[in-house]
């Protein structure tokens, strides 16, 4: 087998982050065996609070993903492993659970200064975003975003029947289940990798950080499946806090109020106009952008649900009026002034 080519002068993946420190992420290695069963195989990505590998379970000899967390208070991952095992624990026979990724096993890792989850799952293609930025026209063809919307609000009712709020729907977090049952696809990344293994970077004695590798494959196919709950809540109460990306940011959510899983909905429908249209329908830039573009397009809201929001009147007079005006900038592009 050939050797990666390993370097300590060239920072790459996690290594590249702003917050990255070697400390927290768990030192994993290409062969090494997690939980007795699973064998790491190749390196599929990273992110702040973890790094995904695809392994072999060698107790059905199957293919799994498994994410291994980093060892801080990441709360991100403390709740995605939470809400997974509530739903893990479930055991539903709703029809969006097909829809909707589930943690096969979750298990930790414990070391001196902590412990790190780790999250197993059934692997998954590429994202609902790389498969938009795959196509000449940069949108889904109809009958794909009827498909996506048919089975994500399955998968989104499964989530809401079961007690959870999803609250970061974004392309991003859908992927595409892989063709038949994957086998041959994933078969083909070990084998590159045992071929051709990428650059590697020592960052010390402990830890090497190993290159990502993407999944070689040109079905047109799309089959959906919602997935990163690390945002997930658990929809018992109510909530305040400030949640999903500026675009698909629910009015409740801007105007400071209570919110429920009904974000989910407002968040999603949002989704689909972009799926259908191929841009934002609100704009992205900030919260003031986008609750404009809500009143243009659909009127000011009614004065009894503004007067759930303590800073309502940030926005609108006694009458539930905006005192805001939009104007075009030169480039076309909304903005407000007021």
């Known amino acids: ?14 290594g590249m982050l702003k917050h990255y420190d070697p400390k927290l992420y768990y030192p994993v290695r290409i062969n090494e065996l997690f939980h007795h069963r699973y064998r790491t195989c190749v390196k599929l990505g990273y992110g702040g609070y973890s790094t995904v590998w695809l392994c072999r379970d060698e107790a059905d000899c ?55 989850t780790c999250l197993v799952y059934e692997p998954l293609g590429i994202s609902l975003s790389e498969r938009i930025d795959l196509q000449p026209t940069k949108r889904l063809e109809l009958p794909i975003v009827k498909l996506v919307t048919y089975c994500l609000l399955l998968g989104i009712d499964y989530l809401h029947t079961s007690g959870v709020i999803h609250t970061d729907i974004k392309l991003d977090n859908i992927q595409e289940a ?29 830890v090497t950080i190993y290159t990502s590798r993407s999944m070689d494959y040109k079905e047109e196919v799309v089959y959906p499946i919602l997935a990163d709950m690390g945002m997930a809540v658990f929809g018992e109460t109510e909530y305040s806090h400030i949640i999903q990306p500026i675009p698909y940011r629910a009015p409740e959510v801007i105007l400071g109020m209570k919110w429920k899983e009904s974000v989910d909905i407002w968040n999603f429908g949002v989704l689909v106009w972009e799926l259908l249209c191929g841009e934002h329908l609100f704009g992205k830039n900030n919260e003031q952008d986008t609750l404009a573009k809500m009143i243009r397009y659909l009127g000011s809201p ?28 030169s480039s076309g592009a909304d903005r407000i002034k007021g």
């Open 62 to 116: 199957s293919y799994k993903a498994l994410k291994v967390g980093t060892c801080k208070k990441g709360r991100s991952m403390t709740k995605e492993a939470q809400v997974l095992d509530y739903l893990k624990s479930r055991d539903s026979v709703h029809d969006g659970r097909s829809w909707v990724r589930n943690a096969c096993d979750i298990f930790q890792i414990d070391v001196p200064d902590g412990s790190h």
């Open 302 to 329: 009614p004065v009894e649900f503004l007067k759930r929001s303590d800073v309502h009147l940030q926005y609108f007079d006694e009458q539930g009026q905006r005192p805001l005006e939009l104007e075009r900038d």
């Open 178 to 206: 892989l063709p038949d049952d994957g086998t041959e696809i994933l078969t083909r990344l070990v084998d590159a990798e045992k071929k051709e293994p990428g650059p590697q970077n020592i960052v010390n004695d402990r």
């Open 1 to 14: 087998m050939s050797q990666g080519i390993a370097t300590k002068a060239v920072l790459i993946e996690e």
